[in-house]
């Protein structure tokens, strides 16, 4: 007999369950794991031996946002209507329609971090799906087939948003998921953009994520409260602003953060753009930034070289890198993917919600032009003293790694700083050589040495 | 007061070499044997055989590249092969320019500086394809000797074509052709342009700053070089013991001659 069949007929198992796991037991204990976490940050002794100084405290904060996320996921099935999105998705009206949003790339990225993708992209791999796809695809789809996941529990999508504007494995990726789950699957079309948006390919979209609204609307059993919605997108415009601060306080030396911080502090502003909570964490970041810069705390010791990253992280390798590079003075203080989810903050317009998510969805780095990226790189490359630029060719993401020989070349040829193509994968560790990895960092380094 | 002022060591993946500098930068002695499986046992008989020969005391910075560079515990620091390779050839040859060195698990192309320091590298991707393990594994399966290889493939005009870049498929291939009875020479011939199609798209990818230099043991291979040459129309120059460049470039930054 399970749980529901002993409860009373008015008593909903679903309800019952998220709210004394999630609102009563789950949240009180992570807040406690919080409070353990910000002693044991607060009671830590100095480390001489490490090159890294101690973490930045309010990441006590950003485990208890996330971890939240991902336990009231465990419980939102039947209580809160569930949309699996890609991380470019409009996710703005599904928010103000109260759904609770899964991003599968995140996730597959939670995996890498704890070391588990590989084995839940085997599962993946056994049931036929080539070692060619990308590694994120492979993980999600490992773990819907396996039900293994580090999450505990994903809960089942009502509906799946699916936007091209990231690259086109999403689109195929989600058909599988539509038809595994057998829900509703709304796709985005986002035109590749060569230069600015045209006013028709804004119309496209525009009416595209009208379209998604309907749906939405239709699944949730209710019209889309544009009182809420705005109040959302102000939330999405002030979150992106201030993650967007948070990265240029990196352009401060000694830098107070490391672009591997980074990979890990954008959970989020990519889960969670659009909800308060995110607005008043990266409130509580900058403070202590700010406050790292006043007293000029780097984040490594030593810092004697500025480093930038190109592409994803390799998720399985950021404590060993970031490690390694600060004992040899060299600190990655920015990064072109972190800064995906802040440059576009001055697109977003709370006041024209449509027309301005058109145009930000439009322009994500990796739906402009190989050409745009490079300029990007250079411009960060001034604005943040960079000595050195790695780019990572990441088997998994075409579309980020389309073209990084040619910027690389430019950056070398056109500003003299040194650039190195690492060949790896942001989940796969198949995929990344440590013996020749590690030879070409060193070199790398060599090489900015030599320069100064 | 011994006249050696360092002692660079490049424990590659196929040779071992050890070469001793004075203040001057000359070598004063050198030693190249074929790796061990204990290179670290290897390298500390190497250094003690040297320092017994030279009368170097143990005060004698050593400098340790090559792949089992962290390997060797008596070495005072190591560094790796671009930046060993690019200052021993700048040394022997006087010049800065693109140097190509394909030694037996990896290749490299270095630009070298006005000062002798890299300015850029790219090296192979994670295969073997393009190094000289290539042409060892392939040739093996024709039983002709390394030192043969390059004389061999240039002793006929005619080429079969290998169209695998892939070492394993690449022996696949062979098998086939010697079953259809192609000439073992003319197999040689385009198993040396395979691999020097790989080399010369680095070569490329980085960009030509004449000359053209060539390092490593593969350097020692006539055909190799002469390919090299056809396929870029630049002439391709040597040092004088491409295979030591390493292990003289360690030795030279540990002297800072």
């Known amino acids: 007999m399970t749980t529901a069949d002993a409860l009373p007929h008015y008593v ?12 009563v037991v789950g949240k009180t204990a992570i807040r406690v794991q919080r409070w353990r976490d ?38 939102a099935s ?24 899964v991003y ?10 704890r070391r588990k993708a590989q084995s839940i992209a085997e599962e993946a791999e056994h049931a036929g799906w080539s070692r060619d796809i990308c590694s994120y695809a492979r993980t999600d789809i490992g773990s819907m087939i396996s039900g293994q996941t580090p999450a505990g529990r994903l809960p089942r999508p009502d509906m799946l948003v699916c936007c091209t504007n990231i690259c086109q494995t999403v689109l195929h990726w989600y058909r599988v998921l539509a038809d595994y789950f057998g829900c509703p699957l709304v796709l985005i079309d986002t035109p590749f953009l060569y230069q600015e948006a045209h006013d028709h390919e804004l119309a496209y979209v525009k009416r595209q994520i009208e379209d998604m609204i309907c749906v939405a609307e239709e699944i949730a059993g209710k019209p889309l409260d544009h009182k809420r919605f705005e109040e959302v997108m102000t939330n ?39 909800e308060a909570v995110t607005v008043a964490y990266y409130e509580r970041m900058i403070a202590e930034l700010d406050e790292r810069i006043e007293r000029g705390i780097g984040a490594i010791k030593d810092e004697r070289y500025r480093v930038l990253w190109d592409n994803l992280p390799i998720w399985f390798k950021i404590g060993e890198f970031s490690t390694w590079l600060a004992e040899r003075g060299v600190n990655v203080i920015a990064s072109t ?116 | 007061m011994s006249a050696v002022a360092a002692i660079g060591i490049d424990a590659g993946s196929t040779t071992c070499k050890l070469v001793a ?11 190249l044997e074929q790796t061990e499986p204990r290179v670290e046992v290897q390298v500390r008989r190497m250094l003690e055989a040297t320092r017994a020969e030279l009368g170097v005391d143990g005060e004698v910075p050593a400098i340790a590249t090559g792949y089992g560079r962290k390997l060797i515990k008596d070495a005072t620091r190591n560094l790796t092969e671009i930046t060993c390779h690019a200052r021993g050839v700048f040394r022997d040859l006087g010049r800065a320019g693109t140097l190509v060195d394909i030694g037996g698990q990896d290749s490299k192309v270095i630009q070298i500086g006005d000062d002798g320091r890299p300015v850029d590298f790219m090296m192979n991707d994670k295969c073997a394809a393009g190094t000289g393990r ?12 390394v030192e043969e290889l390059g004389g061999r493939a240039l002793s006929t005009n005619q080429e079969e074509a290998i169209s695998s870049t892939c070492t394993v498929f690449a022996e696949s291939e062979i098998i086939s052709l010697i079953a259809r009875g192609a000439d073992p020479d003319a197999i040689l011939r385009g198993l040396h342009r395979s691999l020097v199609g790989r080399v010369v798209s680095m070569v490329r990818n980085v960009g030509i700053v004449a000359p053209l230099m060539l390092s490593g043991g593969v350097a020692r291979n006539e055909a190799v070089r002469r390919m090299i040459a056809d396929a870029t129309s630049e002439d391709v120059i040597l040092p004088r013991d491409p295979q030591l460049m390493g292990a003289y470039g360690a030795a030279l930054l540990g002297g800072t001659a």
Request: hydrophobic share 40%; proline share 7%.
């Open chain 1, 12 to 23: 909903d198992s679903n309800r019952l369950e998220h709210f004394v796991n999630y609102e």
């Open chain 1, 38 to 75: 910000q002693w044991k940050i607060a009671r830590r002794q100095p480390r001489p031996n490490s090159p890294l100084n101690p973490p930045l405290r309010c990441v006590a904060h950003m485990k208890e946002i996330m971890s939240r996320h991902y336990l009231e996921g465990r419980y």
């Open chain 1, 78 to 101: 039947g209580v809160r209507k569930v949309a699996w999105v890609t991380s470019g998705a409009p996710t703005e009206p599904l928010q103000a329609l109260g759904y609770f949003l």
């Open chain 1, 104 to 113: 599968p790339e995140n996730h597959a990225a939670l995996c890498g971090v």
């Open chain 1, 236 to 274: 999405a415009k002030r979150g992106a602003e201030l993650w967007l601060d948070v990265l240029n306080r990196s352009q401060h030396r000694p830098a107070p953060m490391t672009a591997f911080d980074g990979f890990i502090h954008m959970g989020p502003i990519v889960d969670m753009r659009g």
């Open chain 1, 337 to 452: 993917y972190t800064y995906a989810w802040g440059e576009l903050a001055p697109m977003i317009d709370p006041d024209h919600p449509l027309d301005s998510m058109a145009r930000v969805y439009l322009h994500p780095v990796l739906n402009r032009s190989a050409g745009h990226k490079l300029d990007a790189m250079k411009r960060m490359v001034d604005e943040f003293e960079i000595d050195g630029v790695i780019l990572h060719s990441d088997r998994s993401c075409k579309p980020y790694s389309l073209g990084q020989i040619d910027q690389r070349d430019r950056l070398v040829k056109t500003l003299g700083v040194p650039a190195l193509l690492l060949e790896a994968d942001h989940n796969d560790p198949r995929d990344y050589s440590d013996e020749q990895g590690s030879t070409r960092l060193e070199a790398f380094v060599e090489m900015i040495e030599a320069r100064a």
């Open chain 2, 21 to 31: 500098v004075d203040r001057g930068g000359a070598i004063v002695g050198s030693r």
């Open chain 2, 134 to 145: 290539f042409l060892e594994y392939t040739a093996a399966r024709l039983g002709v000797p």
